[in-house]
């Protein structure tokens, strides 16, 4: 009866700790990228790991404030202009929808709206979202200096873990940490070129449209691809808003342009992706995405398919190969083991 009371009791810390917790897992992320880019950066030049990290990390912070900067001004004139152009697309929507039959019953019942208790709330949600926004970049900071912290001294926290397991389970402890930092590096891998290549696309498709703030919606759309099968779909939206505030024709080939791309990814760049990146199937990543998000908001669905591939590495190694006794009787005949498609060397 302890024992269960214990469990239920570290269960509800877990639960009500779930904020800091994601926190701690994006600190794991951030570690994981700048430790595999000052290994690289250390391999290819033979210089000292805690400098190459500290280059890392300067260049880093250095490349989001170029982008600003070089693009900033850019970018703000085309984001004035996106929110002058949204509005009046959905006022040229509301006329179209206005001629319809249902289109008029919900307009109708729209009136009967209390302005003034729906002006409260929006200023009331407008002050939500302004702190909701310190409270990311606040999250921000926190998880960049922790993911530096975990990153200069990785050896200090993996042995750390590892005296928690049993002496005679530590060797597979071992194992399983380096199987989960590989499986997260090749996963930002992938991810980072996935981002890059539809966020250009979609930007240079836009502007042979001539669709306005191209570069704000490929930016968008290179954020979107953070979110696994939805944000592709989610970031067709604004572009289509705009489109439609220039004429039909356009919406029409905004469609088409994002189905181009959607099909050049599927069949050309994540086939060459898997081959050296996680790969997560995509029934998998779409339960994921729709239970994260549903446990733990906007934070669970970011981290969705980054905590997925990790759940599937644990199940994988402690669950199937230890506990059950090996994995599938095709997979023992691999010269090596693998995880999630791809062979696990040590980190």
């Not at 001539?210 to 290179?222: K, Q």
């Amino acid at each position: 009866m302890l024992i269960a009371i214990a469990l239920g009791l570290l269960l509800l810390l877990l639960w009500e700790a779930a904020d800091l917790l994601l926190i701690g897992f994006g600190a794991v992320m951030m570690a994981v990228m700048l430790s595999a880019s000052s290994n690289a950066l250390s391999r290819y030049t033979g210089m000292r790991r805690s400098l190459a990290l500290a280059l890392t990390s300067v260049l880093l912070v250095a490349i989001v404030a170029g982008v600003f900067t070089l693009f900033g001004s850019q970018l703000g004139a085309q984001m004035a202009q996106l929110t002058q152009t949204i509005p009046a697309s959905l006022n040229r929507l509301r006329g179209t929808l206005g001629d319809t039959v249902w289109g008029k019953r919900l307009f109708d019942e729209l009136r009967n709206v209390d302005l003034a208790s729906a002006g409260s709330s929006m200023v009331a949600r407008a002050f939500g979202a302004f702190t909701s926004l310190l409270g990311v970049l606040t999250d921000g900071l926190l998880i960049f200096f922790s993911g530096l912290y975990l990153a200069a001294q990785p050896d200090l926290y993996r042995d750390g873990l590892i005296s928690l397991v049993p002496p005679a389970h530590r060797p597979r402890a071992r194992e399983v940490l380096d199987a989960l930092y590989h499986a997260l590096r090749q996963w930002l891998l992938g991810q980072l070129v996935s981002m890059i290549a539809v966020g250009v696309l979609f930007a240079i498709a836009l502007s042979l449209i001539g669709v306005p703030s191209p570069l704000v919606l490929g930016l968008i759309a290179a954020l979107s691809e953070f979110i696994p099968l939805l944000g592709p779909v989610l970031a067709t939206i604004p572009a289509m808003l705009v489109a439609l505030s220039q004429s039909s024709a356009e919406v029409v080939w905004v469609v088409v342009a994002f189905l181009i791309i959607q099909q050049t990814e599927s069949n050309l760049l994540v086939p060459f992706i898997q081959r050296r990146a996680a790969h997560l199937p995509p029934v998998v990543a779409l339960f994921a995405t729709v239970l994260f998000s549903l446990m733990f908001g906007v934070a669970g669905l970011l981290f969705a398919v980054p905590l997925a591939v990790s759940a599937m590495v644990l199940v994988k190694m402690v669950y199937v190969e230890s506990i059950l006794g090996g994995a599938p009787e095709d997979e023992q005949q691999l010269p090596r083991r693998r995880i999630l498609g791809r062979p696990v060397g040590r980190a």
